[in-house]
């Protein structure tokens, strides 16, 4: 009995360690996981993180870039958005199993491994990522605002400061309660786009065709310019950070078996979310070729022009409604998810211990004053601009946070028997050397002719 007493407060006492030591210590290992029941019952208990995860592969920002690339070449970017996907469902199955095994995030295991210089670096390099990615939210917010209640892009911007209140009021009422908020938004989003669908009635040949890949990827350079642009607005750096940290909010048993678990029921969750997700994305660029492209207005790529031409082209307002109550609904969600990955970053990358309501206020406020700075000198025409070219810059951070990513994960000493195997660590390779390779040939395309 002493020698168990013993054993159960040593592990209480490396349990306190490692919540002082996590990146969310607030929700650290706060979710409980059945030791018995049908499998069912365990994967429910897993369920969640894939989803505050998803939300970021279905943010305003993708909806700029599929608006732009249904409109401009119909179908043909499907394909785009389904090899996005699947890239992403890998290297987020990869996120989380390093939070699993390791018991650190991403930020946390670059801190750990690289020199305080590259470490630093590779802090800015994300939080440029993730400001990128929030000035797509913040607009997103705002045009959904002024679509649906005439509220000025400038005063939608500065309202949505607030919703960092919101997400220190949540995270309270525990984190179960954020991820069952994301799924209903989630699920809002995907019913609208659904009905939006059906009264576009899409070419089904068109769209079939659509998801094989075609060679003018490489020979139209606008075109390649939207592919990354959708690469970009997929998969998500931050996104990393985020995943490879929530995973750890669930009590599993940190033995070989309760990890392999995790492991094999965290992968389940991410790659059912992002399914969800490639449904959205797909619906937006359908859409957008449905209804623009079919009417010979491939110009489209203003999410406000979207709204007000969707009445006219379905036949009834229900179309621009829908349409303007996703958008609020998909920023609000982004909202969540990026000051999440926000803090996650400050804190893995940098080791600072800050109040709650300091971490999350800071990492708003890195969003917002650039936001209300280049809303107020853009305007409503600048914005569309702006959302694409968020979405390019997160694509360019995006090798930043890959490279890492399968580094560690393939590393035997950090992972164990739980290092990528042959066929995974070639597979996790060859799409960050892909990435590599597009962002490369995107940046010659761009400045060079």
């Known amino acids: 009995m002493l020698e168990n007493s013993q054993i159960n407060q040593t592990a209480d006492e490396g349990w306190r360690l490692s919540r002082k030591q996590a990146t969310l210590p607030e929700v650290y290992r706060s979710l409980k996981i059945p030791k018995t029941g049908s499998w069912i019952k365990k994967f429910l208990a897993f369920a969640g993180p894939g989803y505050l995860v998803a939300v970021g592969y279905m943010d305003p920002g993708n909806w700029a870039t599929d608006i732009a690339g249904g409109s401009m070449f119909g179908y043909s970017l499907l394909s785009v958005i389904l090899l996005s996907n699947l890239m992403a469902m890998l290297l987020q199955s990869l996120a989380g199993k390093l939070g699993i095994v390791t018991g650190r995030d991403l930020a946390q295991a670059c801190r750990d491994h690289y020199s305080k210089p590259v470490a630093f670096t590779l802090w800015i390099l994300c939080e440029l990522a993730i400001a990128a990615c929030d ?66 009635k899409p070419d089904i040949g068109g769209i079939a065709r659509g998801f094989v890949p075609t060679t003018e990827l490489f020979t139209n350079p606008t075109m390649l310019y939207i592919a990354i642009g959708i690469l970009g607005a997929t998969v998500m750096p931050h996104n990393l950070y985020l995943h490879s940290s929530i995973v750890q909010t669930r009590q599993f048993d940190q033995t070989r078996d309760g990890k392999r678990q995790a492991i094999k029921y965290a992968t389940w969750d991410s790659s059912i979310a992002l399914f969800f997700a490639l449904f959205i994305n797909a619906a937006i660029l359908i859409l957008s070729a449905a ?6 207005m491939t110009d489209i790529a203003e999410i406000g022009d979207a709204y007000q031409m969707l009445t006219p082209l379905l036949g009834t307002t229900l179309g621009s409604i829908l349409f303007g109550v996703a958008l609020l609904a998909s ?39 650039p936001a209300v700075i280049v809303t107020a000198i ?37 992972m164990g028997e739980f290092a990528n195997k042959g066929w995974l660590k070639w597979l996790s390779w060859v799409v960050a050397g892909v990435i590599a390779i597009l962002n490369v040939y995107l940046l010659y395309q761009t400045f060079f002719e």
Not at 388 to 402: G, H, P, T, Y
Request: with cysteine; proline share 2%; net charge positive.
């Open 378 to 414: 853009a305007g409503e025409s600048g914005t569309a601009k702006l959302l694409i070219l968020s979405q390019v810059i997160l694509s360019l951070q995006l090798s930043f946070a890959v490279i890492p990513l399968v580094f560690f994960t393939s590393d035997k000493k950090k």
């Open 291 to 296: 209804t623009f492209h079919r009417a010979g």
């Open 331 to 369: 920023g609000q969600n982004s909202t969540l998810t990026g000051t999440l990955a926000g803090q996650i970053v400050m804190e893995g990358f940098l080791n600072i211990r800050l109040p709650g309501w300091l971490r999350r206020l800071i990492t708003r406020m890195i969003a917002i004053i």
């Open 135 to 200: 000035l797509a939210e913040v607009i997103g917010s705002a045009i959904a605002l002024n679509l649906l209640f005439g509220i000025p892009l400038l005063y939608g911007v500065m309202i949505t400061a607030v919703d960092v209140l919101l997400v220190l009021l949540l995270q309270n009422k525990g984190f179960r309660f954020i991820e069952s908020l994301v799924i209903v938004l989630i699920v809002t989003i995907g019913g609208c786009f659904l009905t939006e669908m059906i009264l576009s």
